[in-house]
């Protein structure tokens, strides 16, 4: 499965981001899917995931109100919403897949896509 992350940018504090992730290669549809996010020096950390089947999806507690994770299966495409915004939300995201399971764990997921890096100016 190949991922490319795309959408980032220079964002005010206050806005509204949306971010892309487009899958591609075998059974990208039956993988649970992920965004993540790092910035240098820390561990990365899990912003949201969603089933497969797009019936479930799970934030962690940073974005958790703010965030809305989505996916278009036909499109095989995932996409991040993320409004009000803040300076601790500058990042590089990245998009994951995994088998199904529920986990905010990086571990678990296999694939990944190269990044996108979000800045918010306040």
């Known amino acids: 499965v190949q991922l490319q992350a795309s959408g980032g940018g220079l964002v005010q504090a206050g806005d509204s981001l949306r971010l892309s992730c487009a899958a591609s290669?075998?059974?990208?549809?039956?993988?649970?899917m992920a965004w993540f996010r790092q910035v240098p020096g820390k561990v990365r950390e899990f912003v949201a995931g969603?089933?497969?089947?797009?019936?479930?999806?799970y934030y962690g507690d940073s974005v958790s109100g703010r965030a809305t994770i989505s996916r278009d299966n036909a499109r095989g495409t995932v996409y991040l919403q993320m409004k009000m915004v803040k300076s601790e939300d500058t990042a590089v995201y990245y998009c994951?897949?995994?088998?199904?399971?529920?986990?905010?764990?990086?571990?678990?997921?296999?694939?990944w896509g190269q990044g996108t890096l979000v800045t918010v100016s306040s």
């Open positions: 994951a897949a995994g088998w199904p399971g529920y986990s905010l764990e990086a571990g678990h997921y296999e694939y």
């Open positions: 290669g075998r059974t990208g549809n039956s993988y649970d």
């Open positions: 969603i089933r497969w089947s797009g019936d479930g999806a």
